[in-house]
T-cell receptor, first 114, second 113 residues
Framework: EAGVTQFPSHSVIEKGQTVTLRCDPI?????LYWYRRVMGKEIKFLLHFVKESKQDESGMPNNRFLAERTGGTYSTLKVQPAELEDSGVYFCASSQVSGPYEQYFGPGTRLTVT | GDSVTQMEGPVTLSEEAFLTINCTYTATGYPSLFWYVQYPGEGLQLLLK?????DKGSNKGFEATYRKETTSFHLEKGSVQVSDSAVYFCALSTSSNTGKLIFGQGTTLQVKP
C-alpha cells in the first residue's frame, strides 16, 4: 500500500511568488490534514478536510493560504503571494474516518522563500 | 489553549545509554498522547500512544506512561542504538475521531557508536 506522498519535496521561490504544494493521501483515507513546521519550532496544525469539506481551518495563518481537496482525493495548498515567514516544512497526513484514527504522515515539502 | 512542551535538544548519547525525553502537556479534558519519530529524510511515524491515564505505550523498546497527576508523557528507552538517531515529537489530541494533533517543538537525538 502506498503511503502519503507529497510534491515537491523542496521548493525555493522568491518573495511575492506563488507556490502550490500537493498531497496524495493513502487511498480510502477521508481525513486529510495539513501541518507546518517553521525551523526548529513545533509542528502546527493548519487545517483538516473530511473528504472534500473543510472540517477545521482554524490554523490557517492568513488569506494568502488556500487549501483545496477537489473530489475528496488529493489536496493542494497554495501560497499566494509568498512571504519570508512562510518558509518551513509543510506536512500532510491522512487517516480513516471510521477508525483506527492513526494519522499517517508524508515526508513533507520544504519551502524556502527568499 | 492546549499545548505540549518538550525538553530542549539536541540530545547526544553513546550507544547503549539510557534515554529520557521529557514531555509535559496542558489540555482541557482528557487528551490522547502520542510520540512521533522522524528519521532523516522521512515523514513522521507514530512511535507509541496512550489514550487514558496510567496507560503505558510501548514500541521498539521505547516506553511512555500517561501521568495525569503530573500532566506528563516522558519517553524512555533502556539502551539506545545508533539507528534511533532521529527527531522525536510529543503530541496530544483532544478529539479521537477528528484527530487534530498539537505537537511539541521536537527533540533531536543523536546516538554515537
Amino acid at each position: 500500500e502506498a503511503g502519503v506522498t507529497q510534491f515537491p519535496s523542496h521548493s525555493v521561490i522568491e518573495k511575492g511568488q506563488t507556490v502550490t504544494l500537493r498531497c496524495d493521501p493513502i487511498s480510502g483515507h477521508d481525513n486529510l490534514y495539513w501541518y507546518r513546521r517553521v525551523m526548529g519550532k513545533e509542528i502546527k496544525f493548519l487545517l483538516h478536510f473530511v473528504k472534500e469539506s473543510k472540517q477545521d481551518e482554524s490554523g490557517m495563518p492568513n488569506n494568502r493560504f488556500l487549501a483545496e481537496r477537489t473530489g475528496g482525493t488529493y489536496s493542494t495548498l497554495k501560497v499566494q503571494p509568498a512571504e519570508l515567514e512562510d518558509s518551513g516544512v509543510y506536512f500532510c497526513a491522512s487517516s480513516q474516518v471510521s477508525g483506527p484514527y492513526e494519522q499517517y504522515f508524508g515526508p513533507g515539502t520544504r519551502l524556502t522563500v527568499t | 489553549g492546549d499545548s505540549v512542551t518538550q525538553m530542549e535538544g539536541p540530545v547526544t548519547l553513546s550507544e547503549e545509554a539510557f534515554l529520557t525525553i521529557n514531555c509535559t502537556y496542558t489540555a482541557t479534558g482528557y487528551p490522547s498522547l502520542f510520540w512521533y519519530v522522524q528519521y532523516p529524510g522521512e515523514g513522521l511515524q507514530l512511535l507509541l500512544k496512550a489514550t487514558k491515564a496510567d496507560d503505558k505505550g510501548s514500541n521498539k523498546g521505547f516506553e511512555a506512561t500517561y501521568r495525569k497527576e503530573t500532566t506528563s508523557f516522558h519517553l524512555e528507552k533502556g539502551s539506545v542504538q545508533v539507528s534511533d538517531s532521529a527527531v522525536y515529537f510529543c503530541a496530544l489530541s483532544t478529539s479521537s475521531n477528528t484527530g487534530k494533533l498539537i505537537f511539541g517543538q521536537g527533540t533531536t537525538l543523536q546516538v554515537k557508536p
